[in-house]
């Protein structure tokens, strides 16, 4: 799709970093070959292609539910430090803050009747860091 993509911001004179994109796309294949077990650093970059290309996108897991906010949380970090300077440092804390008391509590309540995500110990040992909830912010209802 990049490559018909390319040929149209070509063709069409549209006003794309192209050179931009095309990094994004080596670092894509880079991770891709280099099959690291549930690597999800490469979804920010690809979140951030997609948006360089008009494009849209939708995160969601089995059941929509606890996996898909963690994801989300991940993804919004990563462009708060893309596009408005987070630092490193403050990544997990955001990421701590958007999960304990943004809007992803409150959607699991309304989901399962508990604002705690349903994950269980050994789901937390198998997730991904980047995808763990907060302590005490887990240990809800298991749906």
Known sequence: ??????????????????????????TIAKHTRAHIYKDIKVLCTVDEMVRLMYGARVTSCKSAKDR?????????????????????????????????????????????GSSKYAFNGIQLKILPKEYRPPIGTYGGKIT
């Open 1 to 26: 799709y990049f490559m018909i993509f390319k040929e149209h911001v070509i063709q069409n004179d549209v006003s794309v970093d192209l050179p931009r994109l095309e990094l994004m796309m080596g």
């Open 68 to 112: 898909t906010a963690m994801s989300v949380t991940y993804e919004t970090v990563c462009a708060l430090s893309r596009n408005h300077e987070l630092l490193s440092s403050g990544e997990s804390n955001a990421l701590d803050a958007l999960r304990s008391h943004g809007v992803r509590p409150l959607n699991c309540k309304k989901n399962t």
